[in-house]
């Protein structure tokens, strides 16, 4: 779930970041045909990853008459590979959607072939069988570490009483069949709420993971009061215990200050961690964004101590609508950076939403990069196609030093189409991070985006998934059904090639 300010001012950070001005961007090449548009061009159709309802006969969480929930939807989905064993996946989404914040609950889906997905509860809200004790949950994250232990978190959210909201992590030994160790790493009342957590196994400490979140101060409630440092909670045993979460950003310096979308990836080298978000300053009342900017802090042991933060790139992200209708507010991953680090050479990498290629007119998908341990970085370079509104940026980067690049984006759509927001998934390779030698090609159906839920916003997630596997990576995402308002959305997978096939004798 994202808030990026107090509930007592409630405000969407991807409204006040900057207002859409200009002319509608053009479409880049012209829609297909509804044939055409039932799989991706090398003819390989994602695998099905969500099956079902488990949460479908749950009457728990409604916070108002007004909330509404989207029955069959699944939405917001992440993944993790089995260094050991590629075909062995574990994929996480909310189940069924609330219009007013969480789902009815998490589910993970896994794989031993990489091909059938079976499903599992995870025990992180009242509708899963033995859950916590929460009415909602939300923002699932899942990674896997050396040994195959399967870690996944989430956030517990109760609204009808008084708003509590906890970091949750719960363990699998057998691939995500069964989970155990349901552990809250954290919990607070109102004023405070805890926010867009992630979890990452370390891939070279074993047993060793991080969940890092921010924790939003809002005491005494009010303007100039608002403080959103990073917190980080951690493992060493596998998931059996957990850390006492401490503050490890501070942001008490600059008033009504706060951070967002925290995500460690670690070098495995060096052993160095790094953990990558975006800072935003806001007026003395709350009401707009005086400086927004994305930042990495760095540890080099395992977590304990970590480094002054560094500037990475400034966050430029506009409001994300429908641009043929900018009364219709989209929702993706404006204020969430998706950083990856080179196996090989250490490169560092984030892609971001930002309007540096538009003039400030919509989001593209942008990169910056750092060479030097992210001591410094360069200027962003555009990945998703010049003069098309792109979003939700995911990076990998295979054994082979290829980076991989997922988003969504809207090269399909008319000019004068207020009807629908034809929507694509597209893959961007670069190899070696060499945008001379960047392909692309789209890897999902051609879909209906106004066909989601409506969370503020039209809702596929904050993010989707995507994570190196022994082919080259593996995607996750959300995709939407028109005409099904009971099944609105579905989560697929699949595993891609990140270099051409070498052509037949």
Not at 28 to 46: K, L
Not at 75 to 103: C, H, I, M
Not at 354 to 378: A, C, E, H, N
Not at 478 to 497: F, I, M
Request: aromatic share 8%; charged share 20%; proline share 9%.
């Amino acid at each position: 779930m994202r808030v990026c300010l107090p509930l007592t001012t409630v405000a969407t950070a991807v409204i006040l970041l900057a207002t859409v001005t200009g002319a509608t961007p053009a479409a880049a090449e012209r829609s297909p045909t509804p044939a055409a548009a039932e799989r991706s061009p090398d003819g390989a159709p994602p695998t099905k990853v969500s099956h079902g309802d488990p949460y479908a006969d749950c009457t728990i969480g409604a916070r108002s008459p007004d909330s509404v929930v989207y029955p069959g939807t699944e939405v917001e989905p992440y993944l993790s590979v089995d260094p050991r064993d590629s075909k062995r996946v574990v994929t996480v989404f909310q189940q069924d959607r609330w219009n007013d914040g969480g789902a009815r609950g998490l589910v993970a889906g896994w794989t031993t072939d990489g091909r059938t997905f079976h499903r599992s509860t995870l025990p992180f809200s009242l509708c899963a069988p033995g859950g916590a004790d929460f009415e909602r949950a939300t923002d699932p994250w899942v990674s896997t570490g050396p040994d195959g232990t399967v870690y996944a978190s989430g956030e517990g959210v109760d609204f009808t009483k008084s708003t509590r909201t906890a970091l949750l992590a719960a363990t699998s030994r057998d691939g995500g069949r069964t989970w155990r160790n349901l552990t809250t790493t954290h919990v607070d009342e109102q004023p405070f709420f805890n926010d867009k957590p992630s979890l990452t196994a370390d891939p070279i400490r074993k047993g060793t993971a991080y969940q890092v979140w921010n924790r939003l101060d809002n005491d005494p409630p009010g303007p100039s009061s608002l403080d959103g440092p990073g917190y980080i909670s951690l493992t060493r045993d596998g998931g059996r215990t957990w850390s006492e979460a401490r503050r490890f950003v501070d942001t008490s310096t600059v008033p009504n200050t706060q951070t967002i979308g925290h995500l460690i990836v670690v070098d495995r080298h060096t052993g160095t961690l790094y953990d990558f978000f975006d800072r935003i300053t806001y007026s003395e009342d709350l009401s707009t964004v005086v400086e927004a900017r994305y930042e990495v802090v760095t540890s080099t042991d395992a977590g304990d101590t970590w480094s002054a933060p560094v500037t990475v790139a400034k966050d430029t992200a506009v409001p994300e609508v429908d641009p043929n209708d900018p009364a219709k507010l989209l929702r993706a991953a404006s204020t969430l950076p998706s950083p990856a680090v080179d196996p090989k050479t250490g490169t560092l990498y984030m892609a971001y939403e930002g309007s540096d290629f538009s003039g400030g007119r919509f989001d593209s998908v942008q990169l910056v990069r750092s060479t030097d341990g992210g001591r410094t970085w360069g200027s962003p370079e555009l990945i998703s196609p010049k003069g098309v509104p792109a979003f939700s940026p995911s990076t990998a980067v295979d054994g082979r030093g290829t980076l991989a690049l997922t988003y969504y984006d809207l090269r399909f759509l008319e000019p004068g189409d207020t009807t629908t927001l034809p929507t694509a998934y597209q893959l961007a390779t670069l190899p070696h991070g060499d945008p001379k030698r960047r392909t692309e090609r789209r890897i999902s159906r051609i879909f209906d985006w106004l066909q989601a839920p409506f969370a503020g916003g039209y809702f596929l997630g904050d993010y989707q998934g995507l994570v190196a596997d022994a082919k080259g990576v593996r995607a996750v995402l959300t995709e939407t059904h028109s005409g099904a308002p009971r099944n609105r959305t579905d989560v697929y997978t699949r595993s891609l090639r990140t270099r051409p096939a070498a052509p037949r004798g």
